[in-house]
């Protein structure tokens, strides 16, 4: 999961969006099957990370805030909640 979701960013990064959004997918696909979600969450909000770093555009916002509302909240610190609010930053921002 980590090894799909880590090339599906490389390809985010690289410029191929198309590509890397559809490896993302897939590893969160996957990672929704394990009994702890913890990797879920993890690659749904690097995935909304990239998302917003591509493009900060309506169809990304609203997917992104979609996502936002499948995951729980977590206590401070934790690294999901930290990614979250990396995320919600990023989605305030009109760029």
């Not at 990064?13 to 198309?18: A, K, L, S």
């Not at 169809?59 to 979609?66: A, C, E, G, M, Y």
């Amino acid at each position: 999961i980590c090894l799909v979701a880590t090339q599906g960013l490389i390809l985010f990064r690289t410029g191929d969006v198309e590509a890397g959004s559809r490896l993302y997918e897939n590893a969160i696909d996957v990672s929704r099957n394990l009994p702890r979600k913890e990797m879920l969450y993890t690659a749904q909000l690097n995935y909304c990370n990239e998302l917003l770093r591509y493009s900060n555009d309506d169809s990304n916002r609203l997917k992104v805030t979609n996502i936002l509302n499948e995951i729980p909240d977590y206590p401070d610190g934790t690294p999901i909640t930290v990614l979250r609010k990396e995320v919600e930053e990023r989605l305030l921002r009109t760029e």
